[in-house]
T-cell receptor, first 110, second 109 residues
Framework: DADVTQTPRNRITKTGKRIMLECSQT?????MYWYRQDPGLGLRLIYY???????NKGEISDGYSVSRQAQAKFSLSLESAIPNQTALYFC?????????FGPGTRLLVL | DAKTTQPPSMDCAEGRAANLPCNHS???????VYWYRQIHSQGPQYIIH???NNETNEMASLIITEDRKSSTLILPHATLRDTAVYYC??????????FGAGTTVTVRA
């Protein structure tokens, strides 16, 4: 089984809809991250969490919110989706110097 | 964090060594050099990191110049499965990574 899982893997939604992307990990890591990737570009950090009570904004947090429900779960929400949030979203955990990424969620906002 | 400069793309012959350069001329003394790769649209994969000494693991070698202004990732015997985007990242030990556009490496048979 994968150590970092993301659901759904693909999602199509409409402008203005609320959507939640979920991330679960079995690695027991405290640090978790959400990134987005646009075509041909690198990853940009949205939010990160160092433990259940610690949530921090990344470089592009506007339009997004997160919830750290437990050590193993870190959810990303788009309260009112807009087309320029169409992207590939990655969740990651970190231990030591290494980040471990999930398989990604491909989101299309129409 | 210090910015990095990588060539946008490079080709490599299968079985040969692939040498991927990265410039980080504004790096400061406490910033590490990290390398990740992303195969197609999968999640990035950690390769190696270092501070000032050369490093080697089962995947690659990292050569950092003495002035630390540049580094080279070496894949000793490239295979078709090494075709990917390779990211050079420089950061302080603060648990955040900033990915640029990377180098698209194509390994040809």
């Amino acid at each position: 089984d994968a150590d970092v899982t993301q659901t759904p893997r693909n999602r199509i939604t409409k402008t203005g809809k609320r959507i939640m992307l979920e991330c679960s990990q079995t690695k027991g890591h405290d640090r978790m991250y959400w990134y987005r990737q646009d075509p041909g570009l690198g990853l940009r950090l949205i939010y990160y969490s160092f433990d259940v009570k610690d949530i921090n904004k990344g470089e592009i947090s506007d339009g997004y919110s997160v919830s750290r429900q437990a050590q193993a779960k870190f959810s990303l929400s788009l309260e009112s989706a807009i087309p320029n949030q169409t992207a590939l979203y990655f969740c990651a955990t970190m231990a030591g110097e290494t980040q471990y990424f999930g398989p990604g969620t491909r989101l299309l906002v129409l | 964090d210090a910015k990095t400069t990588q060539p946008p793309s490079m080709d490599c012959a299968e079985g040969r060594a692939a040498n991927l350069p990265c410039n980080h001329s504004t790096i400061s003394g406490n910033e590490y050099v990290y390398w990740y790769r992303q195969i197609h649209s999968q999640g990035p994969q950690y390769i190696i990191h270092g501070l000032k000494n050369n490093e080697t693991n089962e995947m690659a070698s990292l050569i950092i110049t003495e002035d630390r202004k540049s580094s080279t990732l070496i894949l000793p015997h490239a295979t078709l499965r090494d075709t990917a985007v390779y990211y050079c990242i420089v950061r302080v030990y603060d648990y955040k990574l900033s990915f640029g556009a990377g180098t698209t490496v194509t390994v040809r048979a």
